[in-house]
């Protein structure tokens, strides 16, 4: 994964999501979501379980952001009906990766910017903390992590950089797209 450096998130690559997956199994024994599987339990602990909450959502999130990364990704080569899709829902992939861009700075302290699906339309969305658009009724197939710890090695407090190189060169397209078919 060094290949990805110097515009990759460095920090957290495998540390973050081990002490996440070892403090939340802790965490979920003798809740009533044991057994259940990581969607079920972070939509159903929302509001109801902070901490729960926090940990199986940061897993989620992470697990996903690891495979929405490869090197030299992002740039214009869409599978072409995830591109007209965005085309038909988001106005363009140019306006898309402009906005995109744009939830991921505007997001005030820590969180996401999500491309989702929610009722059969892509949205463009921002999120604080661990939350993620599952619990607003929507499938993510994309999202950046906007944590100071995924960019301040590389880019100090300039995350308007980081977030223009994600776009650019770092989108696994192909792992947005297969998200997007089975959602
Ligand atoms: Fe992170």
Redesign the pocket.
Known sequence: MTRLRPIC?RK?WNT?TTSITRHGNNLLKGTEFEGKSLEEIVKGSFGKNAPLFNNAG?HY??LH?WSWMKPNGGGDKLPGRLEKKITEDLGGLEKFKTDFAAAGVGQFGSGWAWLSVKNGKLEISKTPNGENPLVHGATPILGV?V?E??YYIDYRNRRPDYLKAFVDHLVNWEYVDQLFSKA
Do not use: V, Y
Request: charged content about 10%; glycine content about 0%; hydrophobic content about 20%.
């Open positions: 998130p957290p973050t940061q999130n992470h952001f992590d944590w710890h995924s």
